[in-house]
């Protein structure tokens, strides 16, 4: 018996991947980064790579945590970390969320010294920028996940 688990996308809509004719973006993309994705991803992977801000964020997702048909791949999450950051500048708590993310992708990627500085980052926007109940309390979470794994003794 063949189950056909299509992803649900959060930020794309379905009509948006039906206009679309060949993915000649997203095939030369996996190519280049010789990685194999569920071709249920490949619209939105085209989308993304021409420039669609809402299949960023899919995209980032997708490369940041792996998902049933993506791998994680760090060199494209950070690809899309960063335009994301970019779109999101001048917009404080997003940019909060986008060092947020950002420090989170390189924690897992292992990159502790990038981390602590998304982190630092983080707070220096929320402190100068947010008033203390916009504050994003997640940061406790990924402070804590850092301090494991750069301090492993103290825990």
Request: net charge negative; charged share 30%.
């Amino acid at each position: 018996m063949l189950i056909d688990m299509k992803p649900n996308f959060k930020y794309v809509a379905d009509e948006d991947l039906k206009v679309q004719e060949g993915f000649p973006l997203a095939y030369k993309l996996i190519a280049d980064k010789r990685i194999l994705i569920d071709s249920n991803y490949l619209p939105v992977l085209e989308l993304a790579e021409k420039g669609d801000s809402m299949a960023w964020f899919e995209m980032q997702e997708a490369f940041a945590y792996g998902t049933q048909g993506v791998p994680k791949h760090y060199g494209l999450a950070r690809k899309y970390t960063d335009l994301i950051m970019k779109l999101n500048q001048g917009r404080d708590e997003a940019v909060v969320e986008g060092f947020l993310n950002s420090a989170k992708l390189e924690l897992d990627a292992g990159n502790l010294e990038a981390a602590k500085q998304d982190l630092v980052q983080a707070i220096k926007a929320m402190v100068d920028k947010l008033p203390l109940e916009k504050w994003d309390m997640k940061i406790f979470d990924i402070l804590s996940a850092f301090l494991q794994v750069s301090e492993p003794e103290s825990y």
